[in-house]
């Protein structure tokens, strides 16, 4: 059971270049979240899904964009990258049908670095 | 809106000391309520949870009860090990499924 898998592990982009994260997931979950987590800092939900083809905001959706055509991918849009886009980047996803199965499962992070 | 607060680190103890990670919530609803613990270089992983108030999750020796009264969450554990060494982070996932996470703690335990 591969759970939540994240692609690439790492990558760097040049200012102002694009690229999608990936995000997969094989447990059958509804709901899935892409996160940002800055040195010494906690995570940040930049975008999340209750299920395919519905998208919403979190904290800090600026300059992301997302989409949920099936219930396994979830992709993550950087358009045009920027120094402050430098992260690590998780993936999760749960279950959400009842508060008993609401366990998050996490990926093993994409580590950005735009310069 | 929710949001979760934590206090701050790095903690440092020394083995077998009792350790308090304090976490408190803004809510509103009926927010299910979690503890995270990341060790370095993977992703998140459960460490315990509470669904409604009064609820006490544990697992491994860690506690953490659900107040309402005091929107509050608060990480023990009674004896710790060096083994416990990592980031704690606190969380809430409120009815509609939005999970949002405090700044988390370094715990850092010496022999």
């Known amino acids: 059971n591969a759970g939540v898998t994240q692609t690439p592990k790492f990558r760097i982009l040049k200012i102002g270049q694009s690229m999608t994260l990936q995000c997969t997931q094989d447990?059958?979950?509804?709901?899935m979240y892409w996160y940002r987590q800055d040195p010494g800092m906690g995570l940040k939900l930049i975008y999340y899904?209750?299920?395919?083809?519905?998208?919403d905001k979190g904290e800090v959706p600026n300059g992301y964009n997302v989409s949920r055509s099936t219930t396994e991918d979830f992709p993550l849009r950087l358009e045009l990258a920027a120094p402050s886009q430098t992260s690590v980047y998780f993936c999760?996803?749960?279950?959400?049908?009842?508060?008993?199965?609401?366990?998050?499962?996490f990926g093993q992070g994409t580590r950005l670095t735009v310069v | 809106g929710n949001s979760v607060t934590q206090m701050e680190g790095p903690v440092t103890l020394s083995e077998e000391a009792f350790l308090t990670i304090n976490c408190t919530y803004t809510a509103t609803g009926y927010p299910s309520l979690f503890w995270y613990v990341q060790y370095p270089g993977e992703g998140l992983q459960l460490l315990l949870k509470?669904?409604?108030?009064?609820d006490k999750g544990s697992n491994k020796g860690f506690e953490a009860t659900y107040r309402k009264e005091t929107t509050s969450f608060h990480l023990e554990k009674g004896s710790v090990q060096v083994s416990d060494s990592a980031v704690y982070f606190c969380?809430?996932?409120?009815?509609?499924?939005?999970?949002?996470f405090g700044q988390g703690t370094e715990l850092s335990v010496k022999p």
């Open positions: 969380a809430l996932r409120n009815q509609g499924g939005k999970l949002i």
């Open positions: 447990m059958n979950h509804n709901y």
């Open positions: 899904s209750v299920g395919a083809g519905i998208t």
């Open positions: 509470a669904t409604k108030a009064d």
């Open positions: 999760a996803s749960s279950y959400g049908e009842t508060k008993e199965r609401t366990e998050a499962f």
